[in-house]
Structures are given as structure tokens and as C-alpha cells.
């Protein structure tokens, strides 16, 4: 069964875009919205990771993040917006095992989930997505399409790769703006549109068949033609 993920956030709209993303990548998430509340969720149904943010209303926290250790050693992620050194060194002395400083993009906060999973399993190891005649390797960042290679930007990457790990899934606007940007990035915005142009051009730059299609008025999704 999936891993399951409690998140403590007061602020509504960053808990859901976190819950909205783990829920699309499978974990099984609940939400608390402040500390007590949380202690409770953590206690009656223990979860295998918590997303904790550290200003809190109420109990803050730092506070929660210690009552949650000695409770069990279930891994802590802190959230915060605050990233100097003397609170950095506070909440790893509370008990937490890795910080995310706000704002952050979806996939910063993946990767540091899956890598605290890692942890206690066994050393991670790039892997080589592949679709159709397109590979994608997450270790180097290199794309290749047939045996031609494909240099992809930072962002380019990470669109791709979100692409590549769901294949034939029609992914939203509002999923893909979660994932490759952050919640901060501001409302209305071509920058999908554009990011989806630049692929395409690398993409198909020999007039390989298109790979990532335009689902009108939904989002995009990658299949074959
Ligand atoms: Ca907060």
C-alpha cells in the first residue's frame, strides 16, 4: 500500500497544493492545520512521513516536531520561510530530518520525500524513463530522441521529465503549473504554453512525429500520434 504522508500547514492553499500533488503521485495524504490537531491525526493514524510547516498558529511548529520524535522516528520534514542558520540548527535539534524553504516548487518538495524514504531503504540510483523513441535520463538531465541528444534547460527538464513519468495521462494546466513552478509564480501565465513550445521545437527538431499533444482547453498529454 502506498506510503502515507501527513501534512501540517495552517496556510489552506499550500496544503492543498501539496495534497493535490502527493494524491496524484500516489501517496495516501492527510491534512491537519494546526499542531494539535496534527499530534492527534499522527497518533490515532500514524503516517510514514510528515510535511511540517514551522509557523503555526498556536502550538508552532518546533514544538510539534519534538512531541512527534519522542513519540516515534517517523520522518520530519519542516517547511519554512525563514532560512537562517540559527533555525535551521533549532529544528534539527527538535527531532526534524530535512528543511524546505518556502517558496518551493512541487518537485523540490518530491524529491526531498523520496529521498527521506530512501533513506531506510537503499541508495538511489538515476533511472532512464523512456517513451517511444524518447529517453530521459534523471541523472544526468539528458534527453535523447532516436540516437540524436537533446539539450534540455533546467525547466525544459523538469516538464519533460513530469511527461515522461506519466505517459498517456492527460496532465491540467493546474497540475503541470504545480509541479514545474511554484505556488508563488503568480495567476494568469503563458509560461506552459511557452515551455511546451521549446520542447517541441528540441523535441521534434528533425520532424520526429509529435510526441506531446495539446488537449484543447484540459492541458497536455504525452502519447504517441
Ligand atoms: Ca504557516
Same mark, same amino acid.
Not at 515522461?164 to 509541479?179: A, G, K, N, Y
Given at each position: ?86 533555525? @535551521? ?89 504545480? @509541479? ?19 520542447? @517541441? ?25
Amino acid at each position: 500500500m502506498a506510503e502515507k504522508i501527513l501534512i501540517v500547514e495552517d496556510e489552506h492553499r499550500i496544503a492543498q497544493f501539496i495534497e493535490r500533488g502527493l494524491l496524484f503521485e500516489g501517496y495516501r495524504v492527510d491534512v491537519a492545520h494546526d499542531g494539535k490537531n496534527g499530534l492527534v491525526i499522527a497518533r490515532d493514524n500514524p503516517p510514514d512521513l510528515v510535511i511540517l510547516d514551522w509557523m503555526l498558529p498556536g502550538m508552532d511548529g518546533l514544538e510539534v516536531c519534538k512531541r512527534l520524535r519522542s513519540a516515534s522516528n517517523v520522518p520530519i520534514l519542516m517547511l519554512t520561510a525563514k532560512d537562517e542558520v540559527q533555525d @535551521r540548527v533549532s529544528g534539527l535539534d527538535a527531532g526534524a530530518d530535512d528543511y524546505l524553504v518556502k517558496p518551493f516548487s512541487f518537485d523540490e518538495l518530491l524529491a526531498r520525500i523520496r529521498a527521506l524514504f530512501r533513506r531506510s531503504t537503499v541508495t538511489s540510483k538515476p533511472e532512464i524513463l523512456r517513451f517511444g523513441d524518447m529517453t530521459l535520463d534523471t541523472g544526468t538531465h539528458r534527453a535523447t530522441r532516436g540516437s540524436r541528444a537533446i539539450d534540455l534547460t533546467a525547466k525544459e527538464y523538469e516538464l519533460l521529465e513530469l511527461f515522461m513519468r506519466h505517459p498517456r495521462q492527460v496532465l491540467t494546466r493546474e497540475t503541470i503549473f504545480d @509541479r514545474v513552478w511554484n505556488y508563488d509564480f503568480g495567476g494568469e501565465s503563458n509560461i506552459i504554453e511557452v515551455y511546451v513550445r521549446y520542447l @517541441r521545437q528540441k523535441t521534434e527538431a528533425e520532424n520526429e512525429p509529435r510526441l506531446l499533444h495539446t488537449v484543447r482547453g484540459v492541458g497536455y498529454v504525452l502519447r504517441e500520434e
